[in-house]
C-alpha cells in the first residue's frame, strides 16, 4: 500500500502499516487537504475500515455510494462488525447469535462468581443462559444500566458498584465545534452526495498548547482530530443532511436552525424551501472536530426513578452538564477553522462563507450525542474504577466489560476504533488465561 501520511508525521503512535490504501477523497477533502496545508497543518487520510481492494477478505470493496454513515454497507465494504467478527465467528460453527433478546440481568452464584444471563426473547418468554464467562458489550448507557439492574443481597447498588461505586459516572462524549463552508455563486457544488463520509483529518489540534492565543478560560488544553466531513445522503438527520436542512430551514426565523446547521431558518415552504434546498444541499460543507470532553463524576447514567421501557424495567437516565472547559475548546477551535474553510473555497475558486456553529452547552442545546465512553471505567485500583486494566469486575472475576464505558477518559477521536481494539484486548486477555479466569473467586 502507499505510505500512510500519518504514519510519516506521527510514526511513533503505528507500529505497522495499514493492510489497504485509503479510501477516495472527496471533492471537499481535496480542497481541505489543500487547505490545511496552506495552513501549515498535517492532513492525512482518515483510518476508516473500508474494503478498499477487490477481494480483501472476500469481500467487495467500496464503490463510493455514500450511505456508510447511518446505514447498512450495500456491498459489505465497510468494515462493520456483521461483516467482519460476527460472520468469522458464525462460520466456526461455535458461535451462535440470539437476535431481538434483551438482558435484563446477571445472576451470581453463592461464591459471588457470575453464573447466567436472564434474557426476555423474541416471543416475550424469559429465558436464564447459563454461562462460565460473561461479556458485558451493551455500549456505554446500557452495559451500566444492565449492571444496576443486576443488584442483588451482595452488591445492593449493582454490580461493580461495592468499592468505587462509579457505575455510570464520568459519562463522556466530544465537543463537536464545526464550520460550515458554505458555497453562494450556483456553480460550484461541493458534490458531497458520494463518497464515504469522512476521509481527511488533521491531527494538528490535539494538543491545543502550542497555540499562542489559547483563552484563559482553557485550563486543560486538550483539543482533538479535525476532519472534513459530509453531509452524505446516507446521513439524512446530520449536519447539512436533506431532512436536517429542510427542517432547519422550514423553522419560525430566529430559532437555531438545529442539527450543527448555521445557517438562519427563513420559515421557507414549497418553491422557497426547494430553492433554499437546491442552493444549500451541496452547497455545504463541514469542517468537524471531535473534541474531548472531560470526565465529571455528576455526567452519569443511573435507572430512572419513574419511567419504564416495553419490559417494564427502569429506562436509562442520563444527566449531562457541559463542563466549561468544553465550551471553551468547542468555541476556540471552531474559530480557528473558519480559516480552513475561506481556504477552501479559495481553493476551488468558489464565492461563498465560512462560519462556525454557535457553541451551546448540553443542558441549553441537547445535541445529537453519537459517542458515549466512560461509564464502567477501566483503571489500577478498584477504589478509582469499576474494572481493572483487562475489563474484569474487580469483584466478579468471571465478569468482564468490552466496550466504550471502559474509557477513563474520552480522547479526540472517533472512538470505535479504540473500543474495537479494547475488545480485542478484553478478548486477548480472556484468551490467554481463561481457564483460570474461570477458576478464580472474588
Ligand atoms: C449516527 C452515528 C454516527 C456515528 N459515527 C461514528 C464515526 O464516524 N466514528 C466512530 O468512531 N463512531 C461513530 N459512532 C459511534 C459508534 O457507532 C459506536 O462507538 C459503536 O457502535 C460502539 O460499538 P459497541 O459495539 O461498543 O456498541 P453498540 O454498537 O451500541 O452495540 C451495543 C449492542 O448491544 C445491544 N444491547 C444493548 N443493551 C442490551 C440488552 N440489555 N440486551 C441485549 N442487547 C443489548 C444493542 O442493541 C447493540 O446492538 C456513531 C454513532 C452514531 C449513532
Ligand atoms: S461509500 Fe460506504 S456504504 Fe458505500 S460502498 Fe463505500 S463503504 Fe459501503
Redesign the pocket.
Known amino acids: 500500500p502507499p505510505p500512510n501520511a500519518l504514519a510519516q508525521s506521527f510514526g511513533q503512535y503505528y507500529s505497522r502499516q495499514y493492510p489497504l490504501p485509503p479510501v477516495a477523497q472527496r471533492y471537499d477533502g481535496i480542497a481541505f487537504r489543500t487547505a490545511t496545508k496552506q495552513l501549515g497543518y498535517h492532513p492525512y487520510p482518515t483510518p476508516c475500515a473500508i474494503n478498499t481492494v477487490e477481494g480483501f477478505q472476500g469481500r467487495h470493496a467500496c464503490v463510493n455510494c455514500g450511505f456508510c ?2 446505514w447498512g454497507c450495500p456491498n459489505g465494504a465497510k468494515s462493520s ?1 456483521l461483516t467482519t467478527v460476527l460472520r468469522s465467528a458464525v462460520a466456526t460453527g461455535r458461535c451462535q447469535v440470539r437476535s431481538e ?4 440481568q446477571v445472576k451470581l452464584d453463592a461464591t459471588g462468581r457470575a453464573k447466567s444471563v436472564l ?1 426476555v426473547d423474541r416471543n416475550f418468554a424469559v429465558q436464564e443462559q447459563p454461562a462460565r464467562l460473561i461479556i458485558l ?7 451500566p ?2 449492571a444496576l ?1 443486576s443488584a442483588c443481597s451482595t452488591h445492593p447498588n449493582g454490580l461493580g458498584n461495592n468499592q468505587s461505586g462509579m457505575v455510570g459516572e464520568n459519562l463522556t462524549t466530544h465537543a463537536t465545534p464545526s464550520v460550515v463552508v458554505q458555497i453562494t455563486d450556483g456553480v460550484h457544488s461541493w458534490d458531497t452526495y458520494r463518497g464515504a ?2 476521509t481527511i483529518s488533521i491531527d494538528d489540534f490535539q494538543n491545543l498548547s502550542s497555540f499562542g492565543d489559547l483563552p484563559g478560560s482553557v485550563v486543560f488544553p486538550r483539543g482533538g482530530v479535525v476532519s472534513a ?1 459530509g453531509p452524505s445522503p446516507g ?1 439524512p ?2 449536519s447539512g443532511g436533506p431532512i436536517s436542512l429542510a427542517v432547519g430551514i422550514m423553522k419560525p426565523p430566529g430559532l437555531y436552525a438545529g442539527g450543527g446547521n448555521t445557517f438562519s431558518p427563513t420559515g421557507a415552504w414549497g418553491a422557497g424551501l426547494m430553492q433554499a434546498m437546491a442552493s444549500g444541499y451541496g452547497g455545504a460543507a463541514y469542517v468537524l472536530g ?1 473534541c474531548e470532553e472531560l470526565p465529571q463524576a455528576n455526567n452519569r447514567v443511573d435507572l430512572d426513578p419513574s419511567v419504564r421501557d416495553v419490559y417494564g424495567f427502569p429506562v436509562a437516565r442520563i444527566t449531562y452538564t457541559s463542563h466549561p472547559n468544553d465550551l471553551a475548546i468547542s468555541e476556540y477551535v471552531a474559530n480557528r477553522l473558519v480559516a480552513v474553510g475561506d481556504a477552501m473555497l479559495a481553493s476551488i475558486g468558489a464565492a461563498g462563507s465560512s462560519a462556525a456553529a454557535p457553541t451551546q452547552s448540553m443542558d441549553e442545546a441537547p445535541r ?1 450525542f ?4 466512560g461509564t464502567m471505567r477501566m483503571g489500577s485500583s478498584p477504589a478509582t474504577s469499576v474494572v481493572n486494566r483487562y475489563g474484569q469486575f474487580w469483584d466478579i472475576p468471571n465478569l468482564f466489560v ?4 471502559l474509557f477513563p477518559t474520552a480522547g479526540g ?8 481494539a479494547l ?1 480485542h484486548w478484553v478478548a486477548s486477555y480472556i484468551a490467554a488465561n481463561g481457564a483460570s479466569v474461570m477458576a478464580q473467586t472474588e
Open positions: 454513515n447511518g462488525t433478546c434483551y438482558a435484563f434474557y458489550a451493551c455500549s456505554a448507557v446500557d452495559t444500566r444492565l439492574l463520509w469522512n466531513v446521513y438527520l446530520g471531535v445529537y453519537v459517542h458515549q465512553h468490552a466496550d466504550g464505558s477521536y472517533n472512538p470505535t476504533h479504540t473500543i474495537e475488545a
